[in-house]
């Protein structure tokens, strides 16, 4: 019976300031009374979001929840969703809060209207829409989350999933990893599918190409924690085996300043701990081996008199090698008679030399390590140069026990190291997961003592060559 009035209501946001005030007031307070007026009602409130005063647009936009009722509700986050372009800063929080309320109203209408717009919307709406999704989606109740709007996001998810930046991806994964029906074994199970997928590993690889070579790290890189002893890197280890390693040293990065050939070996040691059962398992470890022999060089040639022949001391990459033995290691424990009989006599006799001169170079370094850190602690451990220090004694650890495995007869494949670059778990922290899998390494046990040094005299590596080949670790977490 009001309708004239509730109409001159409408009107009113093509007033002056004061009544478009008051138009942003009213408008939603009586708009559930006048369901024959709800375009128009919602059209007009949409003109006052738009306003150019300031006040009147924060004053609609906080009463925009008002309208998300049955049918209008996706039309609402449809608008919410394109107003999160604003660069008001005070506008923007009440957008946000505004998509909040009616999130907690009816979850999959309002994902309705985000992913509308992120499918179809602008450019600086869709980035906004996404960083909405991975920041507040985790904030909402179980109740708000069920099963079924976790589902919804991950069949809408897909389908953005078919065109997006590297970036997005991140944060696509980072969305999906948050839900709670996709952190159990079928549901990791079924983002490493995602992740491979976006990966193309069907594909040729280009190491020539940077956004090839980019996107297969960043792919990686979010496939990673998912890996587990039920949750397998067979396709990654594989494909980094077959196409990645052999083409190791022509590989570009756009990122500067990245040493795209140690990350690479990095992620390569990660995933070889979850590798499953392998079809050309013999063949990849055979790639593995001859990569490991290209840092694993052989003694200089010493002249009549004991002196080195004039040949240049070679370089010990520790890191690079840290990473290919382990992988070698985790992915030889399949085929424990690799080194034995699967290759030659004189090919495996080199490979021992190799591995003893370079077990000869490694004792000096852990010694001038040892002696570098004594007695250091707290603050003295903080300092840039003590840092790599640090982490230069466990990697050049890591390889001593690594190497001791395999100098065994038959080699072993017992001992259990912590990769240098991840954290050491406390054993009561890794017990957590220990029924049904985990996401690093088991717990190290104490570091073996290297191979026993011979009678003759130990090799002892040019002075000075430590700090220029350690001081290019990284000792960060990736990813």
Not at 9 to 31: H, N, S, T, W, Y
Request: a neutral charge; aromatic letters at 8%.
């Amino acid at each position: 019976q009001h309708k004239d009035a509730y109409q001159a209501i409408l009107d009113g946001v093509k007033g002056g300031a004061k009544e478009k005030r008051l138009a942003a007031q009213f408008i939603p307070k009586f708009f559930k009374h006048f369901p024959e007026l709800a375009d128009s009602a919602i059209n007009a409130q949409l003109d006052l979001c738009e306003d150019e005063d300031v006040s009147i647009r924060r004053q609609a936009i906080k009463e925009l929840p008002q309208f998300a009722t049955g049918d209008n509700l996706p039309r609402v986050a449809d608008i919410l969703t394109q107003l999160l372009q604003s660069d008001d800063s005070a506008e923007f929080n009440l957008v946000n809060n505004a998509l909040l309320s009616i999130f907690k109203m009816d979850a999959k209408g309002t994902l309705g209207g985000l992913f509308s717009q992120i499918l179809q919307g602008e450019d600086i709406v869709r980035e906004r829409a996404i960083k909405f999704l991975s920041t507040k989606l985790k904030t909402l109740p179980e109740e708000v989350m069920t099963k079924e709007v976790e589902e919804f996001i991950l069949t809408e998810s897909k389908k953005v999933l078919e065109d997006v930046t590297g970036e997005e991806f991140v944060l696509f994964m980072k969305i999906l990893s948050g839900l709670k029906s996709l952190q159990t074994v079928s549901g990791r199970q079924q983002l490493v599918e995602l992740v491979a997928e976006q990966a193309d590993l069907e594909q040729t690889f280009n190491p020539s190409d940077p956004d090839c070579v980019d996107r297969l790290l960043q792919c990686t890189r979010q496939a990673v924690p998912l890996f587990s002893k039920n949750v397998h890197s067979t396709k990654f280890v594989t494909y980094f085996c077959e196409h990645v390693l052999p083409n190791l040293s022509s590989l570009t990065t756009p990122v500067e300043g990245l040493d795209i050939q140690l990350e690479v070996l990095k992620l390569l040691a990660e995933m070889s701990s979850f590798c499953g059962d392998m079809e050309k398992l013999e063949s990849n470890l055979k790639k593995l081996f001859d990569k490991l022999l290209e840092y694993m060089p052989l003694p200089p040639e010493e002249a009549e008199n004991g002196e080195n022949a004039g040949n240049e001391e070679p370089k010990l990459q520790f890191s690079y090698v840290e990473c290919l033995l382990y992988s070698f290691h985790q992915l030889g424990r399949k085929l424990p008679d690799f080194l034995t009989a699967k290759l030659n006599a004189e090919k495996l006799k080199d490979f021992k030399i190799r591995l003893q001169y370079f077990a000869r170079g490694l004792q000096v370094y852990i010694r001038q390590l040892r002696l570098a850190l004594q007695g250091k602690t707290g603050e003295a451990l903080k300092t840039e140069e003590n840092k790599i220090k640090v982490v230069a004694l466990k990697i050049t650890n890591n390889i001593n026990v690594l190497i001791k495995d395999l100098f065994h007869i038959p080699p072993s494949y017992k001992s259990t190291v912590t990769l240098s670059w991840k954290p050491v778990q406390k054993a009561d922290a890794s017990q957590k997961r220990a029924s049904e899998d985990t996401t690093s390494s088991s717990p190290p046990k104490k570091p073996s003592a290297g191979p026993k040094r011979d009678a003759r005299q130990i090799y002892n590596p040019p002075s000075g060559k430590y700090s220029s080949n350690l001081g290019s670790f990284s000792y960060g977490k990736l990813g």
